[in-house]
């Protein structure tokens, strides 16, 4: 008899049912998992298994300059290795462009309406796509106004590159720009927004409020402060770690079940390089916080930047 995978619990994400937790795939594409490709398959293969029906890349998530859309070409071979019981065809496949890598790991940013046509363009051929089902807005290119990087993205789903439009990075400001050219996800237009947020980090709350209001999915990246910092959560802090305790759970499984707990629109995105990570962020979705221990954990205070606050200046990629 072949297995049957358990539903996980689902949320809205545009037109699509997803489940509440997603993986970010960006440290498959860490510098020091170039040597191991079996093992960050094998994760991809552990995620399709345990009902994680989410993954989000995007194209500078490879481990030089000279590598874009290395992450993209990853999760494409992965998914079509998968022979398990998971419905390929259910997978959500998101990925991102407007940032760039040039010689030596240079970063910019490539918001303009031809730079953004490129980026999708390569993203379709890594992802092995003709339509890409969700494609975000990575990052405000200073040099665009954000709202003809706004057309520029409206332009992409006109040409029927891209199902559903999303974008990352964003304040509130800027989402409102987006939702003026874009229109909201009752009308095609913005169905996410992929902010960093997590115990460390929670500036612009008031966007996570905003999605909450329209139905929008926000997708906190970073969701346990960074890959730097997300083995320390319980020691960085005490209330995770003692909330922990009481759900004879992990810290980093009491912080996923409490940015669940924060507002239905949220679908955490944790990175994981080994299958036993993903079962893990599995059993963060079946934690029941009481309206008490949420209270107390949002209480806490935020103790750090974010860890990549300017791409040009810090790699993102390790």
């Not at 115990?199 to 996570?208: D, Q």
């Amino acid at each position: 008899m072949s297995a049957v995978i358990t539903p996980l619990p689902q949320r809205q994400l545009g037109p699509w049912q997803v489940s509440a937790i997603g993986l970010g795939a960006m440290p498959l594409s860490f510098s020091d998992m170039v040597t191991h490709r079996d093992q960050a398959i094998a994760t991809i293969h552990r995620v399709l298994d345990s009902g994680i029906t989410f993954i989000d890349s995007a194209n500078i998530y490879a481990p030089t300059w000279d590598t874009i859309g290395h992450n993209e070409e990853l999760i494409a071979e992965a998914l079509s290795l998968y022979t398990g019981p998971a419905n390929i065809a259910n997978i959500l496949v998101t990925t991102k462009g407007g940032i760039t890598r040039g010689e030596g790991d240079t970063w910019a940013r490539d918001g303009s309406a031809s730079g953004l046509k490129a980026a999708c363009e390569a993203s379709m051929t890594a992802l092995g796509v003709t339509v890409i089902d969700l494609y975000q807005f990575h990052r405000h290119d200073p040099r665009e106004t954000y709202a003809d990087q706004m057309r520029g993205i409206l332009a992409l789903r006109d040409l029927g590159w891209v199902r559903e439009v999303g974008i990352s990075n964003a304040t509130l400001p800027e989402l409102e720009v987006a939702l003026e050219i874009l229109g909201g996800p009752g009308s095609g237009g913005v169905v996410s927004v992929q902010n960093e947020f997590s115990p460390r980090y929670r500036e612009n709350r008031e966007v996570l409020d905003r999605c909450t209001e329209l139905g929008i999915a926000f997708l906190p990246w970073s969701p346990l402060g960074g890959s730097d910092n997300a083995k320390n959560v319980d020691s960085q802090f005490s209330e995770f770690a003692a909330v922990a305790q009481e759900h004879d759970a992990t810290a980093q499984e009491i912080t996923l079940a409490w940015l669940l707990k924060l507002s239905p629109v949220v679908i955490p995105i944790p990175g994981a390089t080994k299958p036993v990570t993903v079962d893990s962020i599995v059993r963060s979705l079946s934690i029941e916080l009481t309206e008490s221990q949420c209270e107390r954990l949002s209480a806490t205070e935020p103790n750090g930047e974010s860890p990549f606050p300017e791409f040009e200046s810090r790699s993102p990629l390790k």
